[in-house]
């Protein structure tokens, strides 16, 4: 396995695990809460998490979609 090889299957494995996090926030079976200040007030912070995780996870696919031997994109490279 190369390095390449390698790097990809970490994306790729990261990019699922980010994938199985979103999926309880979207289906507000979890709720990230968090406070403003050191003894501020306690505030739902889940639309944040979704928001951050979606663009994490646009750009993971943004990086495989570059990479032709990816299963990201649905393509094998062509034979020459």
């Known amino acids: ?4 090889d390698d790097n990809r299957s970490r994306l790729e494995e990261e990019l ?10 979207e289906n507000q ?13 306690w505030v739902d912070m889940t639309q944040h998490w979704i928001e951050h995780l979606k663009k ?11 990479d ?5 994109t649905g393509q094998r490279p062509q034979s020459e």
């Open 1 to 4: 396995m190369t390095f390449k």
């Open 68 to 72: 032709p031997k990816s299963p990201a």
């Open 29 to 41: 079976a979890m709720l990230i809460r968090g406070r403003h200040g050191h003894f501020g007030e």
């Open 56 to 66: 994490v996870i646009a750009t993971y696919e943004a990086i495989l979609a570059r």
């Open 16 to 25: 699922t695990q980010f994938r199985r996090d979103l999926e309880p926030l």
